[in-house]
């Protein structure tokens, strides 16, 4: 089974520039995350979808910051424009539908984020 | 809010010795419990969880029992190996915390030979 797939791994932008995440998810997860990762912090959720809708966006800057979800399957995270303080990992997980706990969460290998 | 506090890290040891990371956390209701590993250049993979208290999960040698009385999810391991060096994550899901999983800053241990 495929894991939850990023892309690009790595992305070096200037300030004020606009740059594009995409996640795509194990096959038949109906939930997508996606958390940023300070460096030497743990994850913070940003966005949850459950199929195409966003039903958790509460941390989401929404200033700068968009995502979509469209078909329900893969989902993009766009930043515009960046700033120096979002160089950062963005995480994107699937999981088969939210729960308390009894759905795992599958993380990809994450996009990291430099903006000079 | 609901939180996760582990250990100030880095954490160093020696081929074959005993291994503890603290974890305590702050929730409402019953969260469900969990230990993530980060190993260099690749994602979070979940190592173990406990989704209800005095459950212990395990996994590849490792430990952590749920303790709702000292708030408590400590993960331990009795003979760690070079391999097994990697950041570790303590999380907790549930409560405020519905549909997310919110973590603790992560401790990064190395072990030597």
């Known amino acids: 089974e495929a894991g939850v797939v990023q892309s690009p791994r790595y992305k070096i932008i200037e300030k004020k520039q606009p740059v594009a995440f995409w996640c795509n998810p194990i096959s038949g997860h109906n939930t997508l995350y996606w958390y940023l990762q300070n460096l030497g912090q743990g994850p913070e959720l940003l966005i949850r979808?459950?199929?195409?809708?966003?039903?958790?966006d509460s941390q989401l800057p929404k200033d700068r910051f968009s995502a979509e979800r469209l078909k329900g399957v893969d989902s993009t995270l766009k930043i515009q424009p960046a700033e120096l303080g979002d160089s950062a990992v963005y995480l994107c997980?699937?999981?088969?539908?939210?729960?308390?706990?009894?759905?795992?969460?599958?993380f990809g290998p994450g996009t990291r984020l430099t903006v000079t | 809010g609901d939180s996760v506090t582990q250990m100030e890290g880095p954490v160093t040891l020696s081929e074959e010795a005993f291994l503890t990371i603290n974890c305590t956390y702050t929730a409402t209701g019953y969260p469900s419990l969990f230990w993530y590993v980060q190993y260099p250049g690749e994602g979070l993979q979940l190592l173990l969880k406990?989704?209800?208290?005095?459950d212990k999960g395990s996994n590849k040698g490792f430990e952590a029992t749920y303790r709702k009385e000292t708030t408590s999810f400590h993960l331990e391991k009795g003979s760690v190996q070079v391999s097994d060096s990697a950041v570790y994550f303590c999380?907790?899901?549930?409560?405020?915390?519905?549909?997310?999983?919110?973590f603790g800053q992560g401790t990064i241990l190395t072990v030597h030979p």
């Open positions: 999380a907790l899901s549930g409560g405020t915390s519905y549909g997310k999983l919110t």
């Open positions: 997980a699937s999981s088969p539908r939210t729960g308390e706990g009894s759905y795992e969460q599958y």
């Open positions: 979808y459950e199929n195409e809708e966003a039903v958790d």
């Open positions: 406990a989704t209800k208290a005095d």
